[in-house]
């Protein structure tokens, strides 16, 4: 065996016996070392996760729709209508290979060298997949596969679940999340960059460092406080989401589209190299797929729409209005100038906590405040303090001094340990004259 080859077997095979759990921790904090138990407490913790809190009687209160910007006719129309083959190579165009397949085994480089085939059978399938309102297993189960997070790996949190979804349902949301990305440009607000065409985080990291600025050089009370959300994406609930989208005025016709891609859609955890058996997924939007963004970004708006229509937020020069929100994603910072802007946050996200069955975890939460704040600074919920330096958003540090200089320390650190990979690496390759 060649040198290189065996060499980077050993690794691949030192990498897979990593990902072997041993052991974990039961809910009370005991150690478990029986396989079948080890097994039973890893896919107990992840059905869990994934199991509906929502409370059917649950209304989502006119406070936080009033104002929502509705889909026009126009995009509701294109919305409608049975899929193309044309759609679906588009997609299919847009995929990126060499990716890890679902539980069918068929990746996209498969369906790429065989789409003369399949292509038309396909959307005969999702066609009457999507009328009927039932879709084949391959488009409904995904395989959760557990990379290892930084701590105790005996504790199943700090394994992250990575769902792997089968190309054909993939093919199928892409074309769907094609369609979707031309009305959500109506209806998300300016603010929020995520999943929307034509927008960028670049634009939160922009506004973010011009508030800081203005704020510091002309000593604004300025007060920044970012929200962290318990797994976000993970806890939203599917009734909560149709809810959302009929408030937003999409048309039935495409919302029973989207339940088709949610109904009765199930997971197996791979576990040290087997499949458990299936559960339900009860909530969550689907990790892998197009659509899972948009959907997100609509069910988040109506908080967004009620912070913005009840704080003060900002007024600096050189801004236009007043200033509320910076938002990516899940990663909500609230711009606010006083007390009361922090008491009506806070009333907010209860009461949408509430009706959504989201979390915020305060705790876990960071506010930034500048300026001198001569009367004292506002009471955080839950003893959250205040930082004075700054903080990070977005991947970039924000603020002042040495906080800012941690930027480039993450540069320098990511290329020292690239190099020195290779000073040990390079003298286990052997190199072939051609």
């Not at 649950?58 to 129309?77: D, M, R």
């Not at 007390?339 to 509430?354: A, G, K, P, Y």
Request: proline letters at 3%; glycine letters at 8%.
């Amino acid at each position: 065996m060649d040198a290189p080859t065996s060499f980077f077997f050993g690794l691949e095979k030192k990498n897979g016996q990593r990902r072997v759990i041993h052991s974990l921790l039961s809910g009370t904090g005991q150690e478990i070392t029986e396989p079948s138990q080890i097994r039973r407490r890893a896919v107990s913790f992840f059905s869990t996760l994934y199991t509906s809190e929502y409370e059917e009687g649950e209304t989502l209160s006119e406070g936080f729709c009033n104002g929502l910007p509705q889909v026009s006719e126009e995009a509701n129309s294109q919305l409608e209508g049975p899929l193309t083959i044309q759609e679906l190579q588009t997609a299919l165009q847009g995929m990126q290979g060499r990716r890890a397949p679902g539980i069918d085994g068929l990746s996209v480089e498969f369906y790429r060298a065989y789409w003369d085939v399949l292509s038309n059978d396909l959307l005969d399938v999702f066609n009457e997949s999507l009328a009927s309102g039932s879709m084949p297993v391959s488009c409904r189960r995904a395989v959760i596969k557990l990379l290892p997070k930084k701590g105790n790996l005996q504790d199943i949190k700090n394994w992250r679940p990575v769902s792997l979804l089968c190309v054909d349902y993939k093919l199928l949301s892409k074309a769907l999340a094609t369609r979707l990305g031309r009305a959500v440009e109506q209806v998300i607000h300016r603010g929020q960059t995520y999943c929307v065409p034509g927008r960028s985080m670049v634009e939160n990291v922009h506004l973010i460092r011009d508030v800081l600025e203005v704020s510091s050089s002309l000593d604004i009370n300025t007060g920044l406080i970012s929200l962290y959300q318990e797994k976000a994406f993970d806890r939203v609930e599917h009734s909560f989401l149709w809810k959302v989208m009929e408030k937003f005025g999409f048309s039935a016709g495409f919302i029973a589209k989207i339940k088709v891609l949610y109904n009765n859609i199930e997971s197996v955890l791979k576990f040290n190299g087997g499949l458990c058996a299936p559960f339900r997924v009860c909530r969550g939007v689907r990790q892998g797929c197009a659509l899972s963004g948009r959907l997100y970004a609509l069910s988040l708006e109506p908080l967004l729409n009620k912070i913005r229509s009840k704080l003060q937020g900002l007024f600096l020069p050189g801004f236009n209005g007043n200033m509320v929100l910076s938002v990516y994603a899940d990663d909500v910072v609230v711009f606010v100038r006083d007390q009361t802007d922090i008491d009506v946050l806070v009333d907010i996200v209860r009461e949408f906590s509430s009706a959504s069955a989201a979390r915020v975890n305060w705790k876990k939460s960071e506010a930034l405040a500048v300026g001198e704040w001569s009367g004292g600074l506002p009471v955080l919920p839950q003893n959250m303090v205040w930082r004075k330096d700054g903080f990070k958003y977005l991947g970039v540090f924000l603020g002042k001094g040495i906080v800012v200089l941690k930027n480039w320390e993450d540069v320098t650190e990511k290329i020292e340990g690239k190099l020195s990979k290779w000073k040990w690496l390079l003298p286990q390759m052997s190199f072939k004259e051609f």
